[in-house]
């Protein structure tokens, strides 16, 4: 079976990531179905490298290939902090209705960690990824837009704002919520994972994050009674998967404290950004911290960190991002052998001690190699 995969390389650290990261998904391939499985791999174009090319940093051309396909992978793209163009990891997700963003978080033996037993860290973060603060309706202080929605607000509402404050609008939906809090219990039912803990600020926000828990609550009774039940129908021996809820404060000394309690996490938008990161830093880093942004559709496979410019060019930076996410592609089109093969491999490597800067750092008596090399050993260890 041969399947077409689009791919951005990226910006910044990008395309040397994708350098070392595509050779190790063909080789767990061709390793794992012997040419009876196959990649046909078609570029597109996007941030600073389609800007040169085109004159456009996100082509319609680029829109209309994701819009037309079921599997993709991209690099970092390059967003600059405080000005110019809008995100164009937002904007893709919002264009291309990309409204799941998974991120799973696992610990691989041999990295070093500020847990005691980062070994039982194992969870995966369903993140709302089309609304929120995300979805990036603002205006700056003083502007005449913010004048006059402030305003309204104080005038209209009788809420006490001061006129000069920035505002920036967060919807949330119950679309967004159930839809989102659906395609988490399916995964925890499709791998028998054992609960989904909504994440939220409800105690504050209470019409917005309180709204989401409530809509997860009630999606979870609507479509899955038979298959759910509450933190109290587990605690009196019923058995089914667990639907729960934690503040989001209170949630990240949870998963430092009692990460075995966790195992599926939907939550909101911004929440979700703050939380999958806290959670990588706790197994090794984002360096290793694979993600994909889903449709009901397309399945976008992305490396979660940043361009980092800065390093770019030096060969210095760690692939495993990337290639992890590679990995989850290749479980996403049914060829588990192959990735379980990369999963394997990375592990391997980590065994041996040969690993980039970042890992290097945390790891005593570890050689530092580079990018490059780093892909090299884990195919070399498939």
């Known amino acids: 079976m041969r399947k077409t995969v689009y791919f951005i390389e990226g910006d910044g650290i990008g395309p040397e990531v994708w350098r070392a990261a595509k050779p190790v998904m063909d080789q767990a391939l061709e390793k794992a179905y012997q040419g009876e ?3 046909d791999w078609k570029e597109i174009l996007a941030g600073e490298k389609a800007f040169k090319e085109t004159g456009e940093y996100l082509p ?4 209309d290939a994701l819009r037309g396909t079921d599997l993709a992978i991209k690099g970092p793209l390059a967003t600059p902090v405080g000005k110019g163009f809008r995100s164009l ?7 291309l209705d990309l409204y799941a963003c998974i991120r799973p978080v696992r610990y691989f033996k041999g990295i070093g960690s500020p847990l005691k037993r980062p070994e039982l860290v194992d969870m995966v973060v369903f993140r709302e990824n089309t609304e929120d603060v995300y979805a990036g309706i603002e205006w700056p202080a003083g502007s005449p837009e913010a004048r006059k929605v402030t305003g ?5 509402m009788q809420a006490d704002i001061n006129l000069e404050a920035a505002v920036g609008i967060k919807p949330i939906t119950e679309k967004g919520s159930k839809r989102l809090v659906r395609k988490a219990i399916e995964y925890a039912l499709a791998r028998d994972r054992t609960s989904v803990t909504l994440v939220h600020k409800g105690n504050i926000m209470k019409y917005t994050e309180g709204a989401f828990m409530n809509w997860g609550y009630e999606l979870a009774r609507e479509e899955f009674s038979n298959q759910t039940i509450t933190e109290a129908e587990a605690e009196s021996g019923r058995n089914g998967l667990v639907i729960k809820d934690r503040i989001a404060d209170a949630m990240f000394q949870q998963v430092i404290l009692k990460p075995e309690l966790y195992s599926v996490i939907a939550t909101t938008n911004l929440n979700g950004d703050y939380l999958s990161d806290a959670l990588a830093a706790q197994v090794g880093g984002l360096g290793l911290a694979p993600g994909v942004n889903m449709s009901d559709q397309l399945a976008f ?3 979660t960190h940043g361009t980092v410019p800065s390093q770019a060019g030096k060969d210095v930076v760690n692939p495993g991002s990337l290639i992890l996410s590679g990995a989850m592609l290749l479980e996403h089109a049914g060829w588990e052998m192959a990735a379980e093969l990369i999963y394997m491999g990375l592990e391997k ?4 001690k040969r690993v ?7 790891m005593e008596g570890a050689t530092q190699v580079g990018c490059q090399e780093f892909g090299e050993l884990i195919g070399k260890s498939l």
């Open 356 to 362: 980039t800067r970042d890992l290097a750092r945390q």
């Open 152 to 156: 309204f607000l104080r005038d209209e």
């Open 349 to 352: 490597t980590l065994a041996g």
């Open 60 to 63: 319609q051309v680029t829109i």
């Open 89 to 95: 990891n937002v904007t893709l997700r919002q264009v």
């Open 301 to 303: 496979f992305e490396a």
């Open 37 to 39: 499985h196959q990649i």
